[in-house]
């Protein structure tokens, strides 16, 4: 099978976004069971790889660069606040700053002081782990599809769904947004940069999102969102009782799996009991909502292989740190170069699957068509200035 004819073997479709979304929490939960800088490191560019890979080229597809962005910020604060809040604590004192005398009942607290190396990293890794938890998130957002998620969420959820779906529109439109009065600024010369470029990139923005905002409503409204089918108050009153006290039942069996000290029917059991009562409550709440569906969004082996990813990736992270703890939670006290696990390699090896595993993405903006041959089928190449007949 020659180059191309393997190429046009997989065409190009839209994964399922809930496959995309159990991939990135698989790798956000990895992220969460360890601290050390080389693996957090390494699920950071294979988000990177697999949304360079496997993105479009929709309104949500530029947001990545943002969560890049906002997650370095995140480590820089969780150094500068180990630095002013408590940078005293460590053998490997680097520098002494002045510290600032603060009253008797801010007991505990120091401004300033001794910076140690042990506090730094501390902070680096904290801030790390923090940073990529974001960033897998933001490849979900940037590779998932939100109006395409918002089918997939049940009948009973699918009011707070609307209002999550266009929460998590707002950032990518408003990137798409700037980078437009941008290029548009740049093409009718102007030359402001930082504050100065502030007010003219500013209110073109804020008038495009309130333009979104109306057409959003009007869309909504003609679509006859929030209307639904006559329900008997008793009935509404039943299944928004049955939904509360089921997240309740969630939120207790939750606490009570993560203390151990707890009594033994506030774990599992009541868990259970919680999700049982929330989907009953769910199932009554959804039949009161009336929606087609057009073009169903079914799984298929690319769905189900990226999820398994997402899974296996969470798993194999939660067994290395069972077997070798100290190695994905380095301590800082005393200094040790952080390492790698076979395990985690395997689990970082997992990750990247699916920037091959997954389909091409649909690219909605056309390449330029090919330059008009003349008549004789034949193209006529430029010819250069001194070869041309005539007079010069």
């Known amino acids: 099978m020659t180059e191309p004819s393997r190429r046009s073997a997989r065409l190009p479709r839209a994964l399922h976004p809930g496959a995309w979304w159990l991939w990135a929490l698989g790798?956000?939960?990895?992220?969460?069971?360890?601290?050390?800088?080389?693996?957090?490191?390494?699920?950071?560019?294979?988000?990177?790889?697999?949304?360079?890979?496997?993105?479009?080229?929709?309104?949500?597809?530029?947001?990545?660069?943002?969560?890049?962005?906002?997650?370095?910020?995140?480590?820089?604060?969780?150094?500068?606040?180990r630095i002013v809040f408590g940078g005293g604590q460590g053998e490997t004192v680097l520098v002494r700053l002045p510290e600032i005398p603060l009253p008797e009942w801010a007991a505990g607290i120091r401004l300033?002081?001794?910076?140690?190396?042990?506090?730094?990293?501390?902070?680096f890794y904290d801030g790390l782990r923090l940073a990529t938890m974001l960033v897998c998130l933001g490849a979900a957002n940037a590779l998932a599809n939100p109006k395409?998620?918002?089918?997939?969420?049940?009948?009973?959820?699918?009011?707070?769904?609307?209002?999550v779906v266009v929460a998590l529109s707002v950032a990518p439109q408003l990137v798409e947004s700037v980078l437009r009065v941008r290029r548009a600024r740049r093409l009718r010369g102007a030359?402001?940069?930082?504050?100065?470029?502030?007010?003219?990139?500013?209110?073109?923005?804020?008038?495009?999102?309130?333009?979104?905002?109306?057409?959003?409503?009007?869309?909504?409204?003609?679509r006859g969102y929030g209307r639904t089918a006559a329900v008997p108050a008793g009935?509404?009153?039943?299944?928004?009782?049955?939904?509360?006290?089921?997240?309740?039942?969630?939120?207790?069996?939750?606490?009570?799996?993560?203390?151990?000290?707890?009594?033994?029917?506030?774990?599992?059991p009541m868990l259970l009991a919680g999700l049982a009562t929330a989907v009953t409550g769910m199932v009554l709440a959804g039949r009161r909502v009336r929606r087609g569906r057009y073009r169903p969004d079914r799984w298929r082996t690319a769905e189900l292989l990226v999820a398994g990813c997402g899974a296996t990736v969470?798993?194999?992270t939660v067994l290395a740190g069972s077997l070798d703890p100290e190695l994905l939670y380095p301590p800082v006290s005393p200094l040790t170069w952080p390492e790698?696990?076979?395990?985690?390699?395997?689990?970082?090896?997992?990750?990247?699957?699916?920037?091959?595993?997954?389909?091409?993405?649909?690219?909605?903006?056309?390449?330029?068509?090919?330059?008009?041959?003349?008549?004789?089928?034949?193209?006529?190449?430029?010819?250069?200035?001194?070869?041309?007949?005539?007079?010069?």
């Not at 300033?112 to 902070?123: D, I, N």
């Not at 395409?148 to 707070?160: D, T």
């Open 27 to 81: 790798l956000a939960t990895a992220a969460s069971h360890t601290t050390s800088p080389l693996p957090l490191g390494l699920f950071v560019a294979v988000a990177a790889l697999v949304v360079v890979r496997r993105r479009g080229d929709a309104p949500w597809a530029l947001a990545f660069r943002m969560y890049l962005v906002l997650g370095a910020v995140i480590v820089a604060m969780r150094v500068v606040f």
């Open 112 to 123: 300033l002081g001794p910076v140690a190396a042990e506090q730094l990293l501390g902070g």
């Open 148 to 163: 395409r998620l918002l089918k997939a969420v049940p009948g009973a959820l699918y009011a707070v769904g609307t209002a």
């Open 191 to 222: 030359s402001g940069r930082g504050v100065r470029a502030l007010r003219g990139i500013a209110l073109p923005v804020l008038a495009d999102a309130l333009d979104r905002s109306l057409a959003l409503a009007a869309a909504m409204d003609s």
């Open 235 to 268: 009935q509404r009153t039943v299944t928004g009782a049955l939904v509360l006290g089921g997240l309740v039942g969630v939120c207790a069996g939750t606490y009570g799996l993560l203390d151990a000290t707890g009594p033994g029917y506030l774990g599992l």
């Open 314 to 316: 969470a798993g194999l």
């Open 340 to 392: 790698l696990t076979p395990l985690t390699l395997l689990a970082v090896a997992v990750a990247a699957a699916p920037a091959w595993l997954a389909p091409p993405p649909v690219l909605t903006r056309s390449t330029p068509p090919p330059a008009p041959t003349p008549a004789g089928g034949t193209s006529r190449l430029p010819v250069p200035s001194g070869a041309r007949g005539g007079p010069r």
